[in-house]
């Protein structure tokens, strides 16, 4: 899949002032891409990551993937491309609390109605990411690293072909990280597109193409 | 083994599960709304068909008695007190021979002892089955071949000896039938025929029943309690009545729809009550529920972001929020709706007694129509409180619910 970002803006209003979240982003995705994006907080990037996603409407310019213009889409559409194409890993906790580590991880593929259970993919993935034997455990027992796996699991667990990561390193200390980067770059290498958003100079070295977001404008940068 | 989907519903559940106290919650505010639905309802229409019952079953225009105990005819007639009095049997003749009457029935009462004679104190009364047309035909309901002399048939909170029989006066007697409940005196009373009951009478002053000496002034084989008439078509019941007054002394007059008005003012006020304080607490725990559905949907604003961004469409976050409330609802109402019943419905005498009025529980069609409403009421309160909440939520752009979740 390729995905196409053509002009992508954002603007918002604060205090009676319109400001652009996103300014004008142009970029373009194809399989087998790490690209990660830095910036500052408050700079846009997950804007920009929402938008890609469906998740958030833009107030111009166009997110097209397989031909496919995404904002003209219906939201059932929308939704099937966020669960079949699309594997998001959000900042911070995201799974959800009364269902197991197990269940997080299937949660995805069930919405899929996909045939088989797919528990044998999903534990394979939990082998993958190291916490296989956190299957059964809820969330409030995990640490933010195992958390964070669980979490790329699930994004994992549909075969996406893009991959959106929200600031994966915010809360990790320094071998956790190199373990969830090393996870995504390894993603990235079976094929699938990868985008990452964060402020973590020493994550992009992961990626093989970089961008800075400064101001809601999307700049290229020499690696 | 294949594992169970995470569908609509088995997310529901499990969310309600993990949900503890705010699931509890929820299921005792709805249990609460649907037993004060069905518990209002029933006994609303209790006491409609209890007064209605009563009406039907005394089935005459006007009833004639002895002056000074208008009081306790009514006592008779709507609780059963167990009561005395007599007048000169002649009276009935007169009345039937008076213009605008088209029947006239006399009883004569009489009342048993809480003693060793008796089996239990309660209100005798013979009927004159020529005559008659107030009793009989209820009578005919249960006991087709129609009541002998030494037949005994009791009202329906009346209980007969083990052997079938019941004891008045040292007189055994055979229980033939028992009548239907009438929420009425008549549940309380006994009845036989006329002949019967002036034997029993007079086995009563033989064994030395001495606690009112008028009764052994009474000509026993002349004398009636009360005369109960019912009009021709077209006669005007106050004119009657005056021309009974002028002709007969000595007696009172008790009209029906006097009898009955006293009571069907005070159910009525009653009813209004059980009605106002119904809807109170509808309205109240449909704005709990609503309060509650509000709050929990907007704390729990992250879980329902995350579910869109794993590609969960409106509908399907909109589905588990309604999936979670119908659960909710129907477990609640459960809870509330057998409660009711289990305070309905073995209780309804007691009810009855407590409340001083007829109370007569409804044929099982209204009951159940009165599950089904107060089933229907109880889900809709919930489901459209939850749903109105959760429509809202999803409604919002995802990314910005799942930041204010955070």
């Not at chain 1, 939990?126 to 299957?135: D, M, P």
């Not at chain 2, 009793?135 to 000896?161: A, L, Q």
């Not at chain 2, 009425?184 to 030395?208: C, P, Q, W």
């Not at chain 2, 589905?319 to 129907?330: D, G, T």
Request: charged letters at 20%; one cysteine or more.
């Amino acid at each position: 899949m390729v995905v196409i970002i053509k002009n992508l803006t954002k603007e918002y209003s604060r205090g009676g002032r319109v400001f652009k979240a996103v300014d004008s982003a142009c970029l373009t995705l194809t399989p087998g891409d790490f690209i990660s994006i830095i910036g500052k907080s408050g700079s846009g990037k997950s804007t920009l990551l929402n938008m890609i996603a469906g998740l958030t409407v833009p107030t111009s310019g166009s997110v097209t993937f397989d031909d496919n213009e995404l904002f003209s889409l219906s939201d059932t559409e929308i939704s099937n491309y966020r669960n079949l194409k699309i594997g998001y890993v959000p900042q911070g906790q995201s799974l959800l609390s009364k269902l197991t580590v197990l269940e997080n991880v299937l949660l995805p593929y069930h919405m899929a109605e996909k045939s088989g259970d797919g528990a044998e993919t999903a534990e394979k993935l939990l082998e993958k990411v190291g916490i296989a034997h956190l299957s059964g455990s809820y969330p409030k027992h995990l640490s933010g690293g195992e958390m964070k796996r669980a979490a790329i699991a699930r994004a994992l667990i549909n075969s996406p072909e893009l991959l959106l990561v929200d600031e994966p390193t915010g809360d990790l200390d320094a071998q956790t990280t190199d373990d969830v980067l090393s996870l995504i770059k390894s993603a990235a290498g079976s094929g699938t597109a990868v985008l990452m958003v964060t402020h973590d100079t020493d994550a992009v070295s992961y990626s093989n193409r970089q961008y800075e977001m400064r101001s809601g404008k999307l700049l290229e940068s020499a690696k | 083994m294949e594992r169970k989907r995470l569908n609509v519903f088995r997310l529901s559940y499990i969310n309600l599960r993990g949900g503890g106290f705010r699931t509890g919650v929820l299921v005792f505010v709805v249990a609460m709304l649907s037993f004060s639905l069905l518990v209002g309802t029933i006994v609303s229409n209790s006491l409609s068909n209890g007064l209605l019952t009563a009406k039907d079953r005394l089935g005459a225009d006007i009833a004639v008695i002895p002056a000074g105990h208008e009081a306790e005819y009514e006592g008779v007639i709507l609780s059963g007190e167990p009561i005395r009095f007599y007048f000169d049997k002649s009276v009935q003749s007169q009345l039937a021979g008076m213009e605008g009457i088209e029947k006239a029935a006399g009883q004569f009462f009489l009342t048993s002892l809480s003693s060793e004679c008796c089996s239990e104190a309660v209100q005798i009364i013979g009927i004159d089955l020529a005559d008659d047309f107030v009793t009989t035909p209820w009578i005919s309901n249960v006991y087709k071949s129609g009541m002998r002399d030494g037949e005994i048939i009791v009202g329906s909170d009346v209980y007969p000896d083990d052997d079938g029989t019941v004891t008045f006066y040292n007189v055994k007697y055979d229980v033939v039938a028992q009548l239907e409940k009438s929420s009425t005196g008549m549940d309380y009373s006994v009845f036989t025929t006329e002949n019967t009951v002036r034997d029993l009478a007079k086995a009563a002053h033989e064994i030395g029943y001495t606690q009112n000496a008028d009764f052994f002034e009474t000509d026993v084989d002349n004398s009636l309690s009360v005369v109960h008439l019912k009009l021709a078509d077209g006669y005007d019941t106050g004119k009657i009545v005056s021309k009974i007054r002028r002709e007969i002394d000595g007696i009172d007059i008790v009209r029906s729809s006097e009898l009955f008005q006293g009571l069907s003012d005070k159910l009525g006020l009653f009813s209004r009550f059980i009605g106002t304080v119904s809807w109170a607490i509808w309205l109240l725990a449909a704005a709990v529920l609503s309060a509650l559905y509000a709050f929990g949907v907007n704390a729990r604003k992250r879980e329902f972001a995350v579910l869109r961004l794993l590609g969960a469409t409106r509908k399907r976050v909109v589905s588990v929020v309604f999936c979670e409330s119908v659960l909710v609802s129907v477990f609640g109402s459960i809870i509330g709706l057998s409660l009711a019943a289990l305070t309905i419905f073995p209780f309804s005498t007691y009810i009855g007694d407590r409340l001083g009025l007829p109370f007569l529980l409804p044929d099982s069609g209204h009951i159940s129509a009165a599950f089904i409403f107060s089933l229907i009421v109880s889900l809709a309160s919930g489901t459209v409180s939850a749903v109105f909440a959760a429509v809202k939520l999803a409604g919002a752009e995802t990314y910005i619910t799942m930041r204010e979740g955070e």
